[in-house]
């Protein structure tokens, strides 16, 4: 074989494309920017505050900074649960929930202070608006939610509620606990 054959000498790399080094480096940041993303989550302390604007997803279930709430120790209609009024007439109660919700967080930075996760990987929080105002107690004590916890955190607001009729009190409704155990749901999005 002759030494300068062409199949013996070493082949250099061709240089990448421009298009493959577009690519290369959007991988690489994009790469890098999860990567920045996880490590921020996972030295966060669990207790620390959560502030941000909410993104209302129910009645007692709202997402701030990515990360989904469930409003401690209460319990709102589900979105497609029913209500009805003194005359009989029904109200989509678990809708009118999550509106009352959404319209007193719009606009404002909440403050939720962790306690703890549900079984569905929910952190579980007290949120209160820039006045301090607990938003947990004020859904009780509106009547768009119950008090739901052994301590009965919120006990004086649902008593207050009830007395003057408001939000689900205004006639007989189905808890939202039993509610959602008559009626499953699918997609496993449960929050009992």
Same mark, same amino acid.
């Given at each position: ?25 959007? &991988?690489?940041?994009?790469? @890098? ?5 996880? &490590?921020?989550?996972?030295? /966060? ?6 502030? @941000?604007?909410? =993104? &209302?997803? !129910? ?10 709430? /469930? ?8 979105? !497609? +649960? ?9 109200? $989509?109660?678990?809708? +009118? ?22 079984? =569905? @990987?929910?952190?579980?929080?007290v949120c209160t608006l820039p006045d301090k105002t607990d938003v947990n107690a004020?859904?009780?004590?509106? @009547?768009?939610?119950? $008090? ?9 607001? +649902? ?20 509610? /959602?155990? +008559?009626?499953?749901?699918? !997609? ?5």
């Amino acid at each position: 074989m002759p030494p300068n054959a062409p199949w013996l000498r070493p082949q250099r790399p061709s240089a990448p494309t421009t298009e493959n080094t577009r690519w290369a480096i959007v &991988v690489v940041v994009l790469i @890098g920017s999860l990567a920045v993303y996880g &490590v921020e989550r996972w030295l /966060r302390k669990s207790d620390a505050p959560i502030i @941000g604007s909410a =993104f &209302v997803i !129910d009645g007692d279930t709202i997402v701030v900074d990515s990360i989904r709430i /469930r409003l401690l120790g209460i319990d709102a209609p589900e979105l !497609d +649960q029913s209500c009805n009024d003194l005359q009989g007439r029904t109200w $989509s109660c678990g809708l +009118q929930a999550a509106t009352a919700l959404r319209a007193t967080t719009r606009g404002h930075d909440l403050t939720c202070l962790p306690h703890s996760k549900d079984k =569905f @990987g929910r952190m579980l929080a007290v949120c209160t608006l820039p006045d301090k105002t607990d938003v947990n107690a004020w859904m009780v004590q509106q @009547g768009w939610a119950i $008090s739901y916890d052994y301590a009965d955190t919120y006990g004086a607001q +649902q008593i207050e509620a009830k007395a003057a009729k408001r939000g689900v009190w205004s006639g007989p409704f189905t808890m939202p606990r039993e509610w /959602r155990q +008559q009626h499953p749901r699918s !997609d496993g999005d449960r929050k009992d």
